[in-house]
């Protein structure tokens, strides 16, 4: 199995208003197999969005250290956020287009790779509204085709459907699965939803905390199409569960 | 899908309205005085020729002076709202807007005599600091996670300045230019009475002190066109920019 991330001994502190240094990772040792979807699921405050955010780089005052496969650089990261960080003043093309902007994309290579993505997420019709004119639904469809249009080969996400009803989260759950088997992507998915943990990974990483870190990976090896009633399903979730108990 | 273009339609339509209706109060606000005075110049025994060059000087000057302001006022903040050169140079800032303009006159009239150039430097030096600081508190506080999108995109350079910093830099731009603008009419006569310049509300003032209705006229005149300006341009502005980071 060839890793696309490996994550060794790694350790963050943050350092309070009144002086005191707070341990929120530590110990924390993990490998990212290519092309898998790894789901770090753990309560909230367990230092699940850290972990995130030290592999994707957004982090960077760690101890220890993350390395990356050769055939993976910063530009094939791709990042969605729990609450879309869309730019309010640029409208869903330009949005789209941010990632091609910075890397100097030939216009016409920038708006076929921009028309892909809007017909992707059926978004063609809303190209040139703003994201506050479109429902939370629709700005994370805008947040997932920003990411892809960069067609990155790492694609993490950050709880990405806890802002959205759950008609429209299962929707973009199915969407996701379509599109990591279309692109071939590792995808790297925080959330703490049992449910979607066995739905979606084939690496499940529970994180606990006081300190953060990896408790128990777990692998997911249920037949896809995922049956939400299969006794498999039930037994994985209760040793979840029971990983996840304080 | 049908319901988010309608608002859409909505919030264009909403904010044409509000734009008319400044252009329309802005006409009220220049038509009414602009006859007003005319029709008391002439019970005040002065020409409205002399008035209105005196307004046109002055506001000559104080455009002037704004643009250099805004100018440097954007590129300072933009260069030192953060890291290293923040720690180093926002204190120093600091102190530097505390220090009372009129007390660096007498070297800048040394310099240029009771010229245009000493008018504008004393304004520079006063319209410049509002528009610094909110710059800064502009480009600082911000959501973060705009800020990481960013980041995740790699975009640097010009495409970091032209599609992040400075949208998110204008409403500090225009909030700091409303403030500036106000201190610089108040700098802008008290320079002009200080310096000696042959023209300007300034001097308008002093050679009316012994005629009350003259100088009456003259704040009226002054009124009129920070109003207006205020209405028809940032007002508007001031809206704007508040709706282009609206989420």
């Known amino acids: 199995m060839r890793a696309a991330l490996i994550l060794q001994g790694v350790r963050k502190t943050f350092r309070t208003e009144d002086g005191q240094t707070i341990v929120a990772l530590d110990g924390v040792d993990l490998t990212i197999p290519t092309g898998g979807f790894t789901i770090l699921i753990g309560p909230s405050g367990c230092g699940k969005s850290t972990i995130l955010r030290i592999l994707s780089g957004l982090e960077r005052t760690f101890d220890g250290t993350v390395t990356f496969d050769p055939d993976v650089r910063a530009s094939h990261l791709g990042f969605v956020f729990q609450q879309f960080a869309l730019l309010p003043w640029l409208t869903v093309r330009e949005n789209i287009a941010l990632g091609l902007i910075a890397r100097s994309t030939p216009n016409a290579v920038r708006s076929n790779t921009v028309e892909r993505e809007l017909e992707r997420f059926q978004l063609v019709q809303f190209a040139d509204a703003y994201p506050r004119e479109l429902s939370g639904g629709m700005r994370q469809r805008v947040g997932f085709a920003r990411a892809l249009a960069m067609d990155p080969k790492v694609l993490f996400l950050d709880e990405p459907f806890s802002e959205l009803d759950s008609f429209t989260a299962s929707q973009l759950r199915k969407e996701l699965l379509a599109i990591w088997h279309e692109r071939s992507l590792t995808i790297v998915m925080v959330t703490h939803i049992i449910e979607d943990a066995i739905l979606l990974a084939d690496q499940i990483a529970v994180v606990t905390p006081r300190p953060g870190h990896i408790e128990r990976v777990f692998t997911n090896t249920l037949p896809r199409p995922r049956d939400r009633r299969s006794p498999s399903f039930f037994a994985l979730e209760d040793q979840l569960e029971a990983s996840l108990k304080p | ?247």
Request: net charge positive; with cysteine; hydrophobic share 55%.
């Open chain 2, 1 to 247: 899908m049908r319901m988010a273009t309608s608002q859409h339609i909505q919030r264009i339509q909403t904010g044409f309205l509000s734009t008319r209706q400044h252009l329309l109060t802005a006409l009220v606000i220049v038509v009414l005085p602009a006859i007003f005075l005319v029709a008391t110049s002439r019970v005040a025994g002065i020409t409205t020729k002399v008035l209105l060059i005196d307004v046109l000087v002055s506001s000559w000057r104080l455009v002037i002076a704004y643009v250099i302001a805004a100018a440097l006022g954007w590129l300072c903040a933009i260069a030192f709202y953060r890291g290293r050169r923040a720690a180093l140079a926002l204190p120093i800032f600091d102190v530097l807007q505390s220090f009372p303009t009129f007390a660096l006159l007498p070297i800048v009239r040394i310099a240029w005599g009771p010229s245009n150039v000493t008018v504008i430097a004393a304004l520079v030096i006063t319209v410049i600091w509002p528009i610094f600081f909110s710059v800064v508190s502009a480009v600082k506080h911000h959501r973060q996670d705009w800020e990481e999108a960013v980041r995740i995109a790699n975009l640097r350079g010009f495409p970091y300045l032209r599609y992040f910093l400075w949208p998110i830099s204008v409403r500090g731009l225009i909030t700091g230019s409303i403030i500036g603008l106000g201190e610089g009419w108040e700098a802008l006569v008290a320079t002009e009475m200080i310096v000696g310049n042959p023209n300007g509300l300034g001097q308008f003032f002093l050679a009316s002190a012994a005629n009350p209705l003259a100088t009456t006229l003259g704040i009226l005149a002054l009124l009129a066109i920070i109003f207006s300006v205020n209405k028809m341009l940032w007002l508007p502005l001031l809206e704007w920019s508040h709706q282009t980071v609206e989420e």
